[in-house]
């Protein structure tokens, strides 16, 4: 089974600035989109930024021109830099790809674990 594992989460100031991570570990498997979400308290699950195997993005409204997402192919291996953080952007952040086994058909959601990031006012 492949491992999506978050780092790079914590307290920061308001304008700050965090890097996150997640890294897809296991034997003999393809990635095709990995995507961001984040869960604030009492707030259902949200999209924040994804990216596909052609390296084509997409972003929330509410984080455009802040926060950038990339991969790296051979690292298996998405990044989400948050630039000028707010308060507002304090939840839970998890890591989540379309996974698909060496000689499967068929894909599957893989889930990282949420790492959290807390923006302070």
């Known amino acids: 089974q492949v491992q999506l594992v978050e780092s790079g989460g914590g307290l920061v100031q308001a304008g700050g600035s965090l890097r996150l991570s997640c890294a897809a570990s296991?034997?003999?498997?393809?990635?095709?989109?990995m995507v961001w979400y984040r869960q604030a308290p009492g707030k259902q699950r949200e999209l924040v930024a994804a990216?596909?195997?052609?390296?084509?993005?997409n972003y929330a409204d509410s984080v455009k021109g802040r926060f950038t997402i990339s991969r790296d192919n051979a690292k298996n291996t998405v990044y989400l830099v948050m630039n000028s953080l707010k308060p507002e952007d304090t939840a839970v952040y998890y890591c989540n790809a379309d996974i698909r086994n060496s000689g499967s058909d068929g894909w599957y959601a893989g889930w990282g674990q949420g790492i959290q990031v807390t923006v302070s006012s």
């Open positions: 296991g034997s003999a498997f393809s990635i095709a989109a």
């Open positions: 990216i596909n195997g052609g390296g084509s993005t």
